[in-house]
């Protein structure tokens, strides 16, 4: 609903309201003078009962929970009081008149007792309800409203894309180079020599144009482990032995050893050949070994 037309619906309410409290005055006015209250007071009774209704409605619209339900009881109880008065004004036509007696406003002495009771009970009513309406008017906190979420993931997608446009161009880290050290070529020496090698020329090394230094991020001191297949270039060379040498190697190694440690292991490992040629070794080695004993 757009303003103008809350405006219109407030000022139709009040209107209605104006209208009903003017329809209730004079029954409420005539009540309070068969109570025994003066001209003043009489006039102001209505204000009192009618008066609290239109609080006890304001303090609903404001408050929440248990205290709106304490303000729509004070509502309902105040509107049914004026209910009766109203009612009672209506069926004793002496109180139009100011007739009646004071005091007197049924001729049944319980029911009149009640009547009495209820009208000079409602203005200290009226203290009591209002101030605390009042009250709770006023140290009334309005619950905190959540912001919609309908677009919450469009939003932070917008934000996303946003932030990501405006940050800076980075520059990419330089690239830190580790050299990999190569394992130091090791002899290997039998007790007999091995075969001569070729002897390899001697190359030249090419020039390599300098680079130019720039500042790299600092290396780590901790050395870091070779990984991936070292290449055939930078393996040690290792002659290839035929079998009579390797059985050869064997027979001089395991010269000494009893027959329980003449294993294909223990051969692999001592002249480091595969466990193929280690265990047609140590079967050779067995055989004569058992020609030697026969």
Known sequence: MNRKGKILLVTALVAVVGMAF????????????????????ATLYPFVVDGLMALALVATLVLAGRDRTFALRVLGTYTLASLVLNYVHGLVPELHGRTVDWGRLADWDPANWALVLLATSLPVGSIYFGSDLVAKVLHHQPAPIDPPTVNAE???????NRSTADLPVSTPEPITTHPVAL????????????????PVPTIEPTPVASIESRAVAAEST??????GRVPDAAR?????RTPEQLLDEART???????AKLTAEGIRLAVHTSPKNARTLREALRAERATAVA
């Open 22 to 41: 003017r329809v209730s005055w004079n029954a409420l006015r005539d009540i309070a003078n068969a109570v025994g209250a003066d001209s003043t007071a």
């Open 183 to 198: 394992p130091t070529p090791v002899a290997v020496g039998f007790l007999k020599s091995a075969m001569p090698l070729k």
């Open 236 to 240: 040690s060379p290792r002659p290839k």
């Open 222 to 227: 901790r050395s870091r482990r070779a990984t």
């Open 253 to 259: 190694v395991t010269a000494g050893w009893p027959e």
């Open 154 to 160: 469009e939003s932070t997608e917008t934000i996303r």
